[in-house]
């Protein structure tokens, strides 16, 4: 196993083809059971690649039980059948395998860059919080105060809102606070505004407690706020910063405009800030809750900031829901890993965590002009290019006569997977389709494979088959 | 610094003694500012305890602002000012530095033991999971497949429940899963029957859907099954394994006639099997989804069988409320750590968990046996000792003529923290009270000393002041 030597290609991700690669060695016998591999960092040199990427590699293999792990003595190849590769019933590692057959390219919106996470830093915090005896206990109900306080350092300083620990509560996703929050809300309010298109994961989770919706119509120029007076609710959700999908933001008259609605009509807002951190044309417009937090629910989370695995968000509430709430659900326990709520506070305590969202922005708008140049330089007018100022996604309006869900086949069956949006709409329907491109976790080359292969799908051939009915639409929860 | 050198006393924590005196130290200037420490290692050495011990005292001293590490330099001795001591304004230090005046021992019932955490192995794979491409993502809304199909096999193999992977839902506590299963149930049930005393948690997340309770009795002898017929409810919440509080199980006749009645009447069971790994005179009982899964939903955690602060909890559903629960939550994140689910995935599959389970019931019931023991040397006849074949925590009635609050204030007024089970209670109340010791995160020392204490508040002192109305009764979430 000395002379395994191959040229890692354009294109796949490398570790995918290194795993690719002794996979089929393996499958063929050119390696031959309990043969040592070579190590990490042998690999790594040799392919020059990252230690991390040639780990990756051989984690994919020891899960699929190509290989396995013996401490220092390196990694060993396993007996295995040449049958099993066909035919394996562990439904496990037959989503594993069948990796191979995804697109190349994953437009997702639901990752976050990899290579500039703080991994070292993050690493040993988190060693070190798990020592404490402070570790080994359930949590506060409302999430940990040192967490809770380092929040609302954060907020005052990066977006103007002014609040104390007290009045913010831990939990771990946006919805997972909204069907909570809707307990209390519940009792004054039946019906709430939601903007049309907006997210479909917070009207999912007014609709645990059946809240009738109205609905705000949100344009590419942005949402249209003089509907507001002919509505009867008073509660209204939004996304001021960065609306969800349509990327645009509430200047500082909207936004002055819905706190006096707000006070006028004696409701809420609920205002979240889900990306608040990443915009990339002009510094981040202040949260509606940083002009008159009287009114305003302010939703916040870690999951496009840092990390959507560690499942780690919060609200700030204003009295007398902050009382509500706390007498509602003072018996609950914390729905959080305490671990994660430890170490974050740690990592903001430190100043870690202003410089990993500088480093992000820096990342992440790098990122984003590289695809909106290479989307300008391969489709010119054909498309329309909607929320490149912020947020890890775009979306492109496509001037072709072609359905959604053409579009996102065609796509596919060229190796590039993106995402719909017709699942945000309600009734404010868009006259072309508009697709939506994630990019935060590419990289550039990836994001250049992606958009060529994005043009050869949509337009590059001229006898393109028309649209065919055949192999229904993407599931929901793909689509995100 | 060179010769500081003191002795460490029976009785509270060590990294604690440790703590106090370095802070005495500093404040009293013995150690000036800027002076470096003992390294973690040479004062572990010198006082004979772990690094565990004197980095958890150092790390409290950090927090706090006392010292500061500087890398592999060390810990160095701040500039602070004599008077920051009395008056100190930040909420999170008061918090610690009110750790000084709280009891000695603390016989909580929500921690877990420290010393036999698998630290090296846990952090080894946490580790390795963070370089996971695959966790950068959002996980699966009804939790990772590489943890469902862990806990499948492990429920089969300990509690005799089959199951598969696509049944299993994974949440981040028993009263989140409970708030999501109850959306479903209330479409048929609108009253549910629960034991009393019982786990007032659950009760808390049935009444967020306003669920009317009927009530089983428990009583220290077991449950009044009998009492099921007369009641009108279809939907039960049990705990057969280890009745929360009281601590009895269920019999295998009882079992089977709870399979009987619910099959019988086309109701649910919930059986929340939330510690029943901990089972010290017998095997572990199998559980009831074991006899007949077709209407029991099955509860289970990794709370008090490995951490609480990881929020890591699951549920084996039945058609139809399985087909139920994953059309209407589909669309819902999941509020659980993916990072946990990934490295929890791991450590079963490596054989660990296993070998953790098997570890910590010979540690609890060494703990257990001890405690039991020294309750009977001290108090004889004067307590009954309820619920020590199982679990983490027992119980103790008291044939003493004082009230439930009087004996937690006298015993927290001697240095010692118990808890109260009145808030179990519904209607069926005890003749005497009952009080909850927690032994799971205590050494055989504390124990001893604990015990001596409780003796000393309750028995010891012939001249008791009779029971005063000051100083309020503790928060309930103080008490869990």
Known sequence: MKNTIFVLEEGSPKYQQIYEKFKSFIERGDIRPNDR????????DSLHVSRNTTLTAYE????????????????????????????????????????????????????????????????????????????FRYGEPF???????????????????????NAIIIGSSTQQMLVYLGQILKEEFQSIIVEDPGYDGAREAFQFHRFEFETLPVHETGADLSQLKQMNSRLLYVTPSHQSPIGVSLSIQQRQMLIQ???????????????????????????????????????????KSFLPGL?????????????????????????????????????????????????????????????VAELRKHFGPTITIIGEQSGLYLLIKLHLNHSEEWLIQRASSCGV???????????????????????????????????ELLKKAWVGEKDIETPTAKGGGLSRSENL
């Open 37 to 44: 591999l070579p190590s990490i960092r042998q690999l790594a």
């Open 60 to 135: 994919q293999l020891v899960a699929e039980g190509y290989i396995r792990g013996e401490g220092r003595k390196g990694y060993f190849v396993n007996e295995v059948e040449p049958l099993l590769f066909q035919e394996n019933e562990n439904p496990h590692r037959k989503k594993q395998t069948a990796l191979k057959k995804m697109p190349v390219i994953n437009f997702r919106g639901d990752a976050v860059d990899q290579a500039h996470f703080p991994l070292k830093i993050w690493r040993r915090m988190a060693n070190q919080v798990l020592t404490w005896q402070d570790s």
């Open 143 to 165: 999430g940990e105060e040192v967490l809770r306080e380092q929040i609302a350092k954060y907020l005052f300083q990066s977006r103007g809102v002014k609040t104390n620990a």
């Open 261 to 303: 609605w707000v006070n006028e009509r004696c409701g809420y807002i609920i205002e979240d800030d889900y990306d608040s951190e990443f915009r990339y044309t002009q510094k981040p417009f202040p949260a509606l809750a940083s002009i008159d937090a009287a009114r305003v629910i302010y939703l916040g989370n870690f999951s």
């Open 311 to 371: 499942r780690l968000a919060y609200m700030v509430l204003p009295e007398p829901i902050l009382s509500q709430y706390q007498k509602h659900f003072a018996y609950f326990e914390s729905s959080t890993s305490l671990l994660s709520q430890l170490t974050m506070a740690k990592f903001m305590e430190s100043g870690e965590w202003n410089r990993h969202i500088k480093r992000m922005r820096l990342v992440y708008k790098r990122k984003v002009s590289h695809l």
């Open 417 to 451: 997977k993106v995402y719909p949006t017709s699942l945000y709409f309600m009734n404010n329907h868009t006259d072309r389709p508009i697709i939506k491109i994630g990019f935060s976790h590419l990289s550039i080359d990836e994001i250049d494979l992606g958009v």
